[in-house]
């Protein structure tokens, strides 16, 4: 993955306009280049993307999660989710299992890709991780925890971090338990999303006890949660008392995220259907640097590709003609239409309206 490919003057312009409003921040040991994070979400958050938002303003990422089995059975698919694009900066790798001895064993594993932190998977809550113990189960029995934490910290050099829930439901909300644990073991910051496992990704977020954890909490706080678009994402961060932020499903409708964020009352700044577009072609050349199997480059170009225009005009036309493309090329090209057609480049994007409450951040 070394493609040197470059954005327009005009795009590049607004990109460095905006990066140089961010403030650096420092979680602990870890620095990283903007209070705003991307979210770690499972069969996303590969290097391409990751590459992607980091340089459209992203201050740091996390990988998708990775099972620590996987890694010490040494299995491809896995140990190439542990890839790192060397011009990614601030990157977690994040792994997951119910096994402090195997997570321990992976982390060093993990370690070796040289990422700035490891982080543990604690808030997943689909069934297939959590009923083997992993993900957001590793919250119900916190008596383990201390020793769990303690395995994987004594394996690694690099800083350890955490991704929680606020509990495993309404009845255990055990969040700043999990937080003083992690704090006597040694570990960087937290990241809560403000869930419980029981909500999954339905309902909204609690940012009323994210902001009470966050002020009595021992370690840095990133609040994590329902940050969809810049609006959103700027007025919480003006008034919040986490750290940093994390943002999960905002940035897929919107890859400007991270970087609209900072704007101001008085700029001219505006992201247009063609800046969208350069952004795609950037995307398609790190997707085929970083996998020669074109099936999955066109399923991940194309699912990102449908993502990026929600809220453009015509958008349901156009998402169907997408999924009838059959290769690459064909994808490209009924892209470029669409988006060098839109002549209003004003995105209106319903956010009452749910949008992968499956999973993902």
Aim: proline residues 4%.
């Amino acid at each position: 993955m070394a493609n040197n490919r470059t954005f327009s003057p005009s795009l590049q312009a607004k990109i460095d306009t905006l990066m140089s409003r961010r403030p650096k921040v420092k979680l602990g040991d870890i620095s990283f280049d903007s209070p705003l994070l991307l979210a770690p979400m499972s069969s996303i958050c590969t290097a391409p993307y990751r590459l992607l938002m980091e340089e459209l303003g992203a201050g740091g990422t996390v990988s998708e999660l990775v099972s620590c089995h996987g890694i010490n059975y040494k299995n491809e698919k896995t140990v190439k989710m542990l890839e790192i694009h060397p011009r990614e900066k601030n990157i977690g790798l994040q792994l997951f299992g119910e096994d402090g001895t195997a997570m321990a064993e992976a982390a060093k594993v993990a370690q070796e890709r040289e990422p700035k932190f490891i982080d543990i998977n604690m808030g997943c809550p689909v069934r297939k991780v959590v009923s083997k113990g992993g993900g957001s189960a590793l919250m119900k029995d916190t008596s383990k925890l201390g020793k769990y934490f303690n395995q994987m910290k004594s394996a690694i050099e690099v800083p350890l971090t955490i991704k929680i829930r606020t509990g495993w439901d309404d009845d255990s909300i055990n969040a700043q338990e999990v937080i003083h644990i992690a704090k006597e073991e040694g570990v960087e910051f937290v990241a809560i999303h403000g869930r419980t496992r029981t909500q999954a990704y339905k309902g909204l977020a609690n940012w009323d006890l994210l902001e009470t954890i966050a002020q009595t909490s021992p370690l840095p706080i990133i609040g994590n949660g329902d940050l969809h678009s810049w609006q959103m994402t700027q007025k919480r961060l003006m008034a919040t008392r986490c750290q940093a932020l994390m943002l999960g499903r905002g940035p897929l409708r919107n890859p400007f995220i991270f970087l609209e964020s900072f704007l101001k009352e008085d700029d001219d700044i505006q992201f247009t259907p063609s800046d969208y577009l350069e952004v795609i072609e950037r995307f398609r050349d790190y997707l085929e640097e970083y996998t020669d199997r074109e099936r999955t480059v066109l399923i991940t170009l194309r699912k990102n590709i449908v993502w990026m225009a929600a809220g453009f005009p015509n958008v349901t036309h156009f998402r169907n003609a997408m999924f009838q493309t059959p290769d690459i090329e064909e994808t490209m090209n009924v892209t470029r239409e669409y988006f060098d057609a839109i002549k209003d480049g004003h995105k209106k994007i319903d956010h009452n309206q749910v949008f992968m409450a499956g999973g993902h951040g």
